[in-house]
């Protein structure tokens, strides 16, 4: 019972008093507060399908590594075959720039289905998330189309009905409560949406400045209601300043941004450049414009940092390369400005074959080797401590590429609802990390709760320019007060990492464990202290070790769905009676000669 009450005070005492009351009238609004059900409307949208040519075939839907086939009209927009989170991207509606479904008559389709079969805003269809996503999908849709769209005017006077309705839901629902990325891509579509509506308006710019174009002939005969253009018009006030908030308190002084997951930092940035571009074309809203603009700069530098050889982010807190549509587009090299622009990052070092760049404020330290190595080491807070529901027990947890190939690996986000596959990717066992065997680094509970978080006690850094070695150090203090360090010293061609505990408090052995690419092969040396780690025939590392070890079995999770069998190393720390307990290892570069310990 003790334990019980102790997880939830440290599970709530860091929330903002925000988070709490707002928790409260949603869960009222969400229950009774219904604008709908709109009868009216999905009648209409149901008999305006039949009029429709649709292509032959049926429609297929591919998410999280999951493909669903529907019949035409049988589509389950709340199928619970599936996961939450790929129900939400269904109604996300990013299968419009999906090359499956080119055709505008099932494109047209897919929105009257919707419609038709959602009438109820309190259903999770509803919900403030997935309505924030499918609005300004939708958006983008009217707008590549509003030439054919001219001649289904009656499909799209239901669709923009439709709209309204869900954007005044969303007013009603912001997520205050969860904070952080939610509540950002909720202001972010009030902000689209609100500028949207305003521009259909006959006293805003389409008025005046394209009389001679059909398409804004076209918008003019759908001008709002006095009473929806003064709903716009507050709601795209309220939106633009609480965004000017939100930039400045989501996104840290070094460019990340507070949930610290290089994944969802990945889906801010386009959320921001939304935001730029909308911001453009209304001369009040230039403060925004250039804030957002500077913003989204820095958030580059970081997310090109935090990035592997191979284009794709660091695997950190709650990250899968199918996390949202889009994630597993690598990201572009081609503008290193990082490199070229060292002033963003004051504290970033440069010699003959290493660059390196430390983010104080999100806590990464990450290096470049010119011959293609690349290492990033977590040693932040676990998440923002009002929201650190995608945190993992990942402080001291590293990744590396080895010649742009990954081969030390975090073991990713695989689900955030089956409970075996969410459990062990939180887990301190899941990532590259020193710990007591047995215990966890934080409390993480539930899908997405943290109750006593492990504490970063000491980070720092140095250079020596003499042999051209960078040494990195971390002390932190887990959940149960056992005290860890952490420190990395980068040599030209090898890493060297002591893991020491100084201060025990729970039973069980001291162990730091590396996991490895799917692929990989270990070879132990004669002496077993030392192994070889090959990716297919070739040699990539060799590690020395003044441990005792074993290989063991694990399962990596570069994707939301199933998981690949991987393997990983354990050292164990040889106790000795007065003395500290400590494992080392030395990571050496392919064929280098290992020196020894």
């Known amino acids: 019972m003790f334990q019980k009450i102790q997880r939830y005070f440290y599970t709530l005492s860091p929330l903002k008093p925000v988070q709490i009351y707002s928790r409260f009238f949603y869960f009222i609004k969400r229950k009774f507060w219904q604008l709908g059900p709109f009868k009216d409307i999905s009648r209409q949208a149901e008999l305006l399908k039949t009029n429709l040519n649709l292509s032959d075939g049926n429609f297929q839907f591919s998410f999280l590594d999951r493909n669903i086939e529907y019949k035409k009209n049988l589509i389950s927009w709340t199928d619970a075959r599936n996961e939450k989170l790929w129900r939400y ?66 499909y799209f006077e239901l669709i923009i009905e439709s709209m309204i309705y869900q954007a005044r839901r969303l007013r009603l ?39 001679e174009n059909p398409t804004a002939e076209f918008r003019r005969s759908f001008n709002l209601l ?63 414009h250039l804030m957002a603009k500077t913003t989204h700069k820095k958030m580059f530098d970081w997310l090109l940092a935090l990035s592997h050889p191979d284009g794709f982010p660091c695997l ?15 990201i572009s090299f081609s503008n290193k400005s990082f490199a070229e622009n060292n002033s963003l990052f004051p504290k970033s070092g440069l010699n003959e074959t290493m660059n390196y760049h430390f983010f104080p404020d999100s806590g990464f330290f990450t290096i470049n080797w010119e011959s293609g190595h690349y290492f990033a080491v977590n040693s932040g807070e676990a998440g923002p401590s009002h929201q650190p529901g995608h945190s993992h027990c990942d402080l001291l947890s590293f990744e590396l590429s080895v010649h742009k190939e990954r081969l030390i690996v975090d073991s990713g986000c695989g689900s955030y609802q089956t409970p075996e596959i969410r459990k062990f990717c939180r887990s301190t066992l899941a990532h590259n990390v020193p710990f007591i065997e047995g215990t966890e680094q ?38 149960n007060m056992n005290i860890f360090q952490r420190k990395i010293i980068f040599f030209n061609k090898r890493i060297k990492i002591s893991d020491e505990l100084l201060e025990r408090k729970s039973n069980g052995q001291f162990i730091s464990i590396l996991h490895l690419y799917p692929g990989s092969s270990i070879i132990f040396s004669n002496d077993k202290k030392s192994v070889s780690i090959f990716s297919g025939i070739e040699k990539k590392i060799s590690i020395v070790f003044n441990a005792s070890s074993e290989i063991f079995d694990s399962v990596y999770y570069p994707k939301f769905g199933k998981g690949i069998r991987n393997s990983g190393l354990k050292f164990f720390s040889i106790e000795k009676l007065g003395e500290k307990e400590f494992i080392e290892f030395e990571i050496v570069f392919e064929d280098v000669p290992a020196k020894g310990l």
């Not at 929806?228 to 996104?251: A, V």
């Not at 990250?319 to 690598?330: E, I």
């Open 226 to 288: 006095e009473s929806q253009e003064k709903f716009f018009k507050k709601l795209r006030s309220y939106s633009e300043n609480r965004l000017l908030i939100e930039l400045t308190r989501q996104i840290l002084p070094d460019g990340g941004h507070e949930e610290r997951n290089p994944i969802y930092h990945k889906l801010m940035m386009e959320d921001i450049a939304e935001i730029i571009d909308e911001a453009l074309l209304f001369p009040k809203s230039e403060n925004l």
């Open 89 to 154: 991207q269904l109604n996300y509606f990013d299968f419009l720039s999906d090359s499956s479904i080119e055709s505008f008559s099932d494109q047209l389709f897919l929105f009257l289905d919707w419609i038709e079969k959602n009438p109820d805003d309190l259903s999770e269809t509803w919900e403030p998330y997935p309505v924030s996503r499918r609005l300004c999908r939708w958006i983008f849709w009217i707008e590549k189309n509003e030439k054919q769209l001219q001649k289904f005017a009656a």
């Open 316 to 330: 950190f807190g709650d990250s899968a390369l199918n996390a949202f549509p889009g994630a597993d587009k690598p």
């Open 173 to 211: 629902d912001i997520e205050d409560h969860l904070q952080a990325n939610h509540l950002f891509a909720n202001l972010k579509a009030l902000f689209r949406i609100s500028g949207f509506f305003l521009r259909f308006s006959a006293s805003q710019i389409f008025s005046t400045s394209e009389p």
């Open 442 to 479: 934080s409390d993480a509970w539930g899908e997405f709760r943290m109750g006593k978080k492990a504490r970063l006690l000491l980070r720092e850094y140095s250079e020596e320019k003499i042999d051209g070695k960078v040494s990195f150090c971390c002390k932190i203090e887990d959940q």
